[in-house]
């Protein structure tokens, strides 16, 4: 049971105005690296999805950020153009059982989320962070779980502040247990937990987080 009490919450966490500002200048720096090195791999992620059924390349998927605000996660298309579509518009959540071919694939080797680094970029979301829900989930969970809105005193990460993946936060206890560990990381961030978190991804790559929550 979490308790009140044993979480120490401000609007922006632990970390100091400064510390705020070398991890803003950090996400952008690395993002932008990253998307430099991955130019010819998202090139031709997007060709393949071009050429195996016409449709858009990239997807939206509307999620909760940074004390509750909305944006618009970017990821390469994975679904079919009419799951896709219905997803976006929010009528229902992804499902896997609707991939395409090359969808499958960029999905297994987590390629469709390089379009995540631009969010970052953008502001809307942190290298390291609480994982993006959708607005459903987070009317679920914030019913069921008073302390869930807390989460939203960082923004949501790429990179996963839970050992363990919850990909679709589904089960009460699975979104419980999601929610110790970002509480957890609320109350303690600071740009030394950021980086061991980082560190960990190359180690064990479940810290990497599934967007179709």
């Known amino acids: 049971m979490i308790k009140k009490s044993s979480i120490i919450l401000s609007p922006i966490g632990a970390m100091s105005g400064t510390d705020l500002a070398w991890k803003r200048t950090f996400d952008v720096v690395l993002s932008s690296l990253i998307l430099l090195l991955t130019l010819p791999l998202s090139a031709l992620a997007a060709l393949a999805i071009a050429l195996e059924d016409g449709g858009p390349i990239l997807a939206t998927r509307i999620r ?14 994975t679904l079919r153009i009419d799951a896709d ?32 680094l631009l969010n970052i970029i953008a502001g809307d979301m942190s290298l390291i962070g609480p994982k993006p829900v959708s607005a459903r989930l987070r009317n679920v969970w914030t019913q069921r779980l008073p302390l869930f809105e807390n989460r939203y005193a960082v923004k949501p990460g790429l990179i996963g502040c839970t050992r363990d993946r919850y990909p679709d936060a589904e089960s009460l206890a699975e979104a419980r247990d999601m929610l110790k560990y970002d509480l957890d990381y609320v109350a303690r961030q600071s740009l030394a937990e950021d980086f061991a978190i980082l560190a960990s991804t190359v180690t064990d790559p479940r810290w990497l987080q599934s967007e179709d929550a």
């Open 85 to 116: 579509l219905a997803a976006r518009n929010g009528d229902r959540d992804d499902n896997e059982a609707e991939l395409t071919l090359v969808g499958g694939f960029l999905k297994f080797c987590r390629i469709d989320d390089i379009p995540q």
């Open 64 to 77: 909760i950020g940074h004390h509750g605000r909305r944006f618009e996660l970017l990821s390469f298309r």
